[in-house]
């Protein structure tokens, strides 16, 4: 049984047939009592870091959430829902995260939005482009390769450098290097795949990655605590 935690964000139905579709049994819930009876643990999450953060704790999920990786139980975060894993965003301002694995999550260097050709300054604020500086389009949108780092039970059958399907402006700044299990580079080297102990998380998408997506889920199911 895997257990999606529906906290009213993010493409839950689209994660629920995918895990289907590998053969797992799934519950979505946002019980706390469920959490505790979960086996495995999915985290989604689209759009802004601040906003999921402050329905899981409005919600009452932080402490389960905690208790179900304290329990050793195998554990997912899934876009934002593997940002949510580190320590603090820093998506418009500061905002607090799961603190699961020790690191921030950044905006791309360079980054500006095509609608208004600007580009991120060191404080967050927006700024010219300038006119030989390096740029790249945020939303980082499509397929990209993966280079895997290290071994780990979730990557098993991947080939290095396996497409998988990215919807992001942010990206993770783990800490610990030995956190980071797969690569991807979109102007500068960011990490798509992550890891410690029981926990996982990916900043693709899996449900939308096709064969490689269906067999990081499948995994991640077959996984026992």
């Known amino acids: 049984m895997v257990t999606i935690i529906d ?3 993010g493409n839950l139905r689209s994660i629920e047939k995918a895990f289907e579709a590998v053969g797992a049994a799934v519950l979505r819930t946002d019980d706390p009592e469920a959490l505790a ?6 985290l989604p999450g689209v759009g802004a870091f601040g906003a999921c953060a402050d329905e899981i704790r409005r919600r009452g999920l ?3 959430i905690r208790d179900a990786v304290a329990a050793g139980k195998p554990f997912l975060g899934v876009c934002v829902g593997m940002q949510l894993l580190f320590e603090v965003s820093e998506e418009m301002g500061a905002h607090r995260g799961l603190g699961l694995l020790p690191g921030r999550v950044v905006r791309f260097q360079g980054a500006y939005e095509p609608a208004s050709a600007a580009c991120a300054t060191d404080d967050g604020s927006a700024g010219p482009v300038e006119a030989d500086a390096p740029v790249l389009k945020v939303p980082h949108m499509g397929w990209n390769t993966v280079a895997i780092q290290r071994e780990a039970p979730l990557l098993r059958g991947l080939d290095d450098g396996a497409y998988f399907y990215f919807v992001h402006s942010y990206h993770a700044a783990p800490e610990r290097p030995e956190d980071v299990l797969g ?3 979109y102007g500068v080297p960011f990490p798509a795949i992550v890891g ?3 926990v996982y ?4 998408h899996p449900e939308k990655s096709q064969r490689n997506g269906l067999r990081i889920l499948e995994n991640f ?3 026992t605590t």
């Open 62 to 64: 932080e402490q389960p």
């Open 37 to 42: 009876q979960a086996e495995r643990v999915v």
């Open 201 to 204: 998380g990916v900043q693709f």
């Open 196 to 198: 410690r102990n029981n």
């Open 221 to 223: 199911a077959a996984m």
């Open 183 to 185: 690569l991807t580079t």
């Open 7 to 9: 906290y009213g964000i």
